[in-house]
């Protein structure tokens, strides 16, 4: 069913093969990139939590280290001691105190700050609420320091300097307690990334396999809809101009390709009709050409000996006539020896006629030259011919079917074209039985008059059917016929210009010889009135 769908249907779903294996190429590196981007701000943006711990402990470290100092000096300094008589050393280390605590103030604002910064992305590292409890504990603390701090003179209270030494001390465990609240998390992290990393490694084998293979189909198919049928299309066109007309291709994609194929096909029939035609003009013209050349050659042939037999003839009949008078007076018509004699000099007579007949024929097959033309009423033409030949007894009996449809009138010789009518006609009574019969029709069309002979005789065999208008060439029996009548209808249809041509499926189914004649042309040439001989 895919491979009868049009090639645009075809081409649009290749397209959409490789646009789905672009997105997935895309969309997989995209959800890589991006994940690998997340994980590094990530990492940037709670990396820079780090410092500030450190720095916080660093400075509750010296806020303890100031302490010892101050109980190390303490013992030294006056019991007594009031703000005024407090010892430099005491007052110095006092004013450090506060100073390194009013830094861990700000160390401690600058962690909140970067805290509340943070985005909330749901990965396990981006969660702070355990620092948040820390700072929260480590402000609380900061409170109680601040009130043992408040006094001039605590350096000095026993139970204050115990008090803050133990909150320093609690400081310093929540401040070493902030960077493992992330070191904790970077190794759960870790677990999380590398679970993530391995999905995100099988996901990319995978969308790199389906890639594959949708690219593989995309291969195939194109193949076997594009490519498959181009070579067999090549391939067939390769074997008709090769010259194998008769090959044809076969395509079952019902697509463009074989809508192609189908035209190449019925490109191909139409040539090989075309050369076929061709092939039988050639040959047709062919033994035109050899038969006008034979008719020629046989015209001069005749005209040659028709003048020679001619002069004989004449004096043998002339002879034959002299002698019978001479006859008559020696012997005179009571002698029984008589009418022999006279018998044999009349048939003598006779065929000495009848040869200078046959000659006369021959003459009238070898002239040539321009004859008279005029405007010829075919109808008319062959009505006359018709008439004239019904009155001949052996063709009284036999049908004549002549029921023209329209006039057709030819521009020629009228003496000539008569004689064409009545050799065909003749001819094909010649050829019928009895109760046969004979049709004549006339039509006029693509600018030729056209004359068809149908009888329902004997037929013509097919090799006497390539020598019919040959001269000398019958089927009649011995006597019956000279062989020139058809030469001859063969030579005026070849005068004016057209063409006759005889058919005939064999002996007993009988034949047709039609004739093709120019229209005539209604000028003011011939303007008169068209007439018959």
């Given amino acids: 069913m895919l491979f009868r769908w049009p090639i645009r249907v075809k081409v649009a779903i290749a397209l959409g093969l490789l646009s789905l294996v672009v997105l997935i ?4 590196g995209l959800y890589t990139t991006y994940a690998y981007r997340s994980l590094v ?14 720095r916080l402990g660093q400075c509750v470290g010296q806020l303890r280290t100031t302490l010892s100092e101050m109980r190390g000096i303490r013992e030294y300094a006056f019991p007594q001691a009031d703000g005024d008589k407090i010892p430099i050393r005491v007052r110095m280390l006092r004013d450090q105190f506060r100073g390194t605590l009013e830094e861990v103030e700000q160390t401690l604002a600058l ?6 910064r943070k985005l909330q992305s749901g990965s396990r590292i981006t969660d702070n609420q355990r620092e948040w409890e820390t700072v929260h504990k480590f402000e609380k603390a900061m409170v109680e320091v601040y009130e043992s701090n408040r006094d001039e003179d605590w350096m000095f209270d026993e139970v204050k300097v115990g008090l803050l030494d133990s909150q320093l001390d609690y400081l310093e465990y929540l401040a070493a307690e902030l960077p493992s609240h992330l070191h904790h998390r970077l190794g759960g992290f870790a677990a999380e990334v590398r679970s993530q990393y391995r999905t995100l490694i099988v996901g990319t084998w995978i ?3 389906l890639a594959a293979l949708i690219l593989a189909l995309y291969v195939k198919l194109f193949f076997h809809w594009i490519f498959t049928p181009l070579e067999v299309l090549v391939a067939g066109s390769r074997m008709v101009a090769g010259g194998m007309f008769s090959y044809r291709i076969h395509l079952d994609t019902d697509d463009e390709m074989s809508e192609l194929a189908d035209a190449m096909n019925e490109m191909t029939t139409r040539f090989q009709d075309i050369r076929d035609d061709l092939d039988d003009q050639v040959r047709e013209r062919t033994k035109q050409a050899v038969r006008s050349e034979k008719m020629a050659s046989v015209g001069l042939l005749a005209s040659g000996v028709a003048h020679e037999i001619n002069n004989p003839l004449a004096s043998i009949a002339m002879c034959a006539e002299s002698l019978e008078s001479r006859v008559r007076g020696c012997i005179g018509e009571a002698d029984p020896q008589y009418d022999v004699i006279a018998n044999y000099l009349e048939m003598i007579q006779n065929e000495a006629f009848r040869c200078k007949g046959i000659t006369e024929k021959l003459l009238d097959f ?3 030259g321009e004859t008279q033309r005029q405007i010829v009423e ?9 008439e004239m030949v019904s009155h001949l007894g052996k063709y009284q009996e036999k049908r004549i079917e002549f029921e023209p449809s329209e006039p057709v009138v030819v521009s020629g010789n009228a003496q000539e074209i008569k004689q064409v009518i009545l050799n065909l006609l003749t001819n094909a009574l010649e050829s019928i039985g009895k109760q046969g019969s004979v049709k004549i029709n006339i039509a006029a069309r693509d600018g030729f008059a056209h004359i068809t002979f149908d009888d329902d005789g004997c037929g013509i065999d097919s090799e006497s059917l ?4 040959e001269p000398f060439f019958t089927q009649r029996e011995s006597g019956q016929g000279t062989g020139l009548g058809l030469s001859i209808t063969y030579r ?5 210009g057209g063409d006759i041509r005889a058919y005939s499926q064999g002996m007993g189914r009988g034949a047709t010889f039609r004739v093709r004649l120019p229209l005539g042309e209604d000028n003011e040439e011939n303007s008169h009135r068209p007439q018959a001989a």
Wanted: glycine share 4%; no cysteine.
């Fill in 25 to 28: 190429l895309a969309g997989s």
């Fill in 41 to 54: 701000k990530t990492l940037s943006s709670r990396v820079t939590e780090l410092p500030v711990a450190a």
């Fill in 111 to 116: 962690y909140r700050e970067q805290l509340e």
């Fill in 207 to 209: 969308t790199g396999i």
């Fill in 366 to 368: 070898s002239r040539t």
């Fill in 378 to 386: 075919l109808e008319e033409l062959i009505r006359s011919v018709i």
């Fill in 466 to 469: 390539e020598r019919v208008f």
């Fill in 492 to 496: 005026i249809v070849a005068d004016h």
